[in-house]
């Protein structure tokens, strides 16, 4: 028997009690004397309807309020558990990318990006600004041997910020940026994740 099932009894069972409390003021109207039999047994008969109709009333008013009160538990155990899993999933996601920094390969990406950035961007002169760990390896030289033969010249920026990885690529006025950071990447990515686990779980609930 499932928990809203277990309710519902529980609901019928207090209906049938005081069924069984009215039967009985019947049945004691019944051993009374011949003189008020009648006149005791239609009270009787009033108070048993009476209880019976107040009861019903009860137990179908707790049966919604239980059926209410479960189906919000539900939903709001599963909207819960979709964001424990977005959670957990852009956690271990946060852990693989702080590895993938500290390669060889993300240099190369890191380039890629800069490069691809820039062309979109469509501007002559743009300023490039990574965090402090890649501003340690990527230097101005780099850049320039990376805008060679393009329209745009790329100039490194001074400043640091502090996120995992990529780069935010800037007008030289400072008034366009591309935030192409991979926390950025990453926040865009929760909203099209939440959906998918959506999908997943208020599918198997249908």
């Known amino acids: 028997m499932g928990i809203k099932d277990?309710?519902?009894a529980i609901a019928n069972?207090?209906?049938g009690d005081v069924q069984k409390d009215a039967e009985a003021i019947i049945l004691s109207a019944e051993n009374q004397s011949k003189e008020t039999l009648k006149a005791q047994r239609e009270q009787a008969i009033q108070k048993y309807l009476a209880l019976i109709n107040q009861a019903t009333s009860k137990a179908e008013d707790e049966k919604r309020k239980i059926a209410s009160v479960t189906e919000v538990e539900v939903r709001n155990r599963l909207l819960q558990t979709k964001e424990?899993?977005?959670e957990t999933t852009f956690e271990k996601a946060l852990e693989e990318l702080k590895d993938y920094v500290t390669t060889e390969e993300y240099h190369t990406y890191l380039l890629s990006l800069i490069k691809d950035v820039a062309k979109?961007?469509?501007y002559k002169n743009l300023v490039?600004?990574?965090n402090?760990?890649?501003k340690a390896w990527l230097t101005q030289d780099t850049l320039d041997r990376l805008s060679k033969k393009q329209y745009f010249k790329l100039t490194l920026s001074e400043q640091t910020?502090?996120?995992i990885g990529g780069c935010k690529i800037l007008t030289q006025d400072g008034k366009i940026t591309n935030d192409n950071t991979i926390d950025n990447r990453l926040k865009e990515l929760k909203p099209a994740l939440r959906v998918e686990v959506a999908k997943i779980l208020f599918e198997?609930?249908?």
């Open 6 to 8: 277990g309710l519902f």
């Open 13 to 15: 069972e207090v209906l």
């Open 84 to 86: 424990d899993i977005v």
């Open 120 to 122: 979109s961007m469509e």
């Open 128 to 130: 490039v600004q990574v």
């Open 132 to 134: 402090a760990k890649d």
């Open 161 to 163: 910020e502090d996120f």
């Open 204 to 206: 198997k609930e249908a």
